[in-house]
């Protein structure tokens, strides 16, 4: 095997005195770039995205922030907290105050005036946080703005845990 030694001696030898490492990294980006353009163009298997897009997507749920109750909710979610969509955990309290959202139901097709209400008396729960801005006011528009901490308004602790979503009526179609 001495005489491969010997060739790739020569051979790097060679290849030292005609190519400067300027030119040796011009030479490997080069190279990186052209796979780079090639890569793409290679055939590729579109079968698994295939079996994806027969399968049915799963609906969202109460924890998750594309639930439809939640189209105007900022904040964390009660049900992810130890509460549910509509009551707050133990220990917390609701908020007097209160804004509200106009969301639409896609399983029968109706709108319902949404209150959401914080949970007020323990630190930030720091779970499922949602931000949702359909229909949000300016700050002049209080019942509609939901960048507020609602909990201000209770006598008790004002410190924010979480949000409720309450549905309290259908809403009425303009006429």
Not at 49 to 65: F, H, L, M, V
Not at 90 to 95: D, I, K
Not at 108 to 128: E, F, I, P
Request: aromatic residues 10%; charged residues 20%; hydrophobic residues 30%.
């Amino acid at each position: 095997m001495k005489w491969f030694d010997d060739w790739f001696e020569r051979s790097s030898r060679r290849a030292a005195q005609r190519v400067s490492r300027r030119g040796a990294v011009v030479g490997v980006g080069r190279l990186l770039v052209g796979a780079a353009f090639t890569l793409p163009v290679l055939p590729f298997d579109r079968i698994a995205r295939a079996a994806e897009g027969g399968a049915k997507k799963k609906e969202p749920g109460p924890q998750d922030c594309d639930y439809w109750r939640y189209c105007a909710v900022d904040g964390f979610l009660c049900s992810c907290c130890g509460g549910t969509m509509s009551t707050c955990p133990p220990g917390t309290e609701p908020s007097k105050v209160a804004w509200v959202g106009t969301c639409h139901n896609p399983k029968d097709g109706k709108d319902y005036l949404v209150s959401y209400n914080d949970c007020c008396g323990k630190t930030a729960c720091g779970r499922c946080v949602c931000n949702s801005n359909v229909g949000e006011r300016p700050g002049y528009r209080m019942g509609l703005h939901n960048d507020i901490n609602w909990c201000l308004a209770n006598t008790g602790s004002t410190m924010f845990h979480c949000t409720t979503s309450l549905v309290v009526g259908v809403a009425e179609k303009a006429s």
